[in-house]
């Protein structure tokens, strides 16, 4: 079975820019998170979503932005990049987003704003 | 809410011998504690879970203990090889908005060969 995939791999982008990051969760999984991960550090948690819907959101600025499509995939968007957005952009997924379900990490996205 | 104080930061072991990092974490209402190993270059992956109304479980060589009264949890690593050298995370799951992962900053394991 395939695991959580997530494109592109690598971005490079400017200051000011906008990025759109994808995931698909693992088949049967109805809830995707999104973290960041800068170097060195832990994950931070940016959002959740379930069928479709926000269940939750990290203390990140509005400019980003997700949102997840009826096939349960989903779009992490960030607009008007800066320099400390540079991260590994991690996506996860789990089948109903309680509190006990296990999040399966994809591979990230490594994002880098110059 | 939530903070996850994970220790040590880095771990030298020689092949063979044990290894044990340890979380203590601050919110008493959280309920699950993964652990994930990551590879350079690669996403967390989950290698142990516990919940809270266990205080121990074990796979193979790996188990995690946990004790809700102090607020701390523990990953032990027997036999260890040196392909389990990585980052180690551990995390919280909090009861707040979003059912939310909260991270320790991580683990570098070495096993020396």
């Known amino acids: 079975d395939a695991g959580v995939t997530q494109s592109p791999t690598h971005l490079i982008k400017t200051r000011g820019q906008h990025v759109t990051l994808r995931c698909s969760p693992i088949s049967g999984h109805k809830s995707v998170s999104w973290y960041q991960q800068v170097l060195g550090q832990g994950p931070q948690f940016i959002f959740q979503y379930y069928e479709k819907e926000e269940r939750g959101r990290g203390n990140f600025p509005d400019r980003f932005s997700a949102r997840q499509f009826p096939n349960y995939s989903s779009e992490l968007n960030v607009n008007a990049l800066l320099l400390g957005d540079s991260a590994l952009y991690l996506c996860?997924?789990?089948?109903?987003?309680?509190?006990?379900?296990?999040?399966?990490f994809g591979p990230g996205t490594r994002l880098t704003v110059l | 809410g939530e903070n996850v104080e994970q220790h040590p930061s880095t771990l030298s072991v020689q092949e063979g011998d044990s290894a044990v990092i340890k979380c203590t974490y601050s919110?008493?209402?959280?309920?699950?504690f993964p652990w994930y190993k990551q590879e350079l270059g690669k996403g967390p992956q989950l290698i142990i879970d516990i919940r809270s109304n266990v205080g121990e479980k074990k796979d193979q060589r790996i188990a995690v203990t946990l004790n809700k009264t102090a607020k701390h949890f523990s990953l032990h690593i027997t036999e260890t090889q040196p392909e389990d050298s990585a980052v180690y995370f551990c995390a919280a799951r909090t009861m707040e908005y979003g059912n939310k992962l909260v991270f320790g900053a991580g683990t570098i394991l070495r096993v020396k060969s």
């Open positions: 919110d008493s209402a959280s309920n699950y």
């Open positions: 996860a997924s789990s089948l109903f987003g309680s509190t006990t379900d296990t999040q399966y």
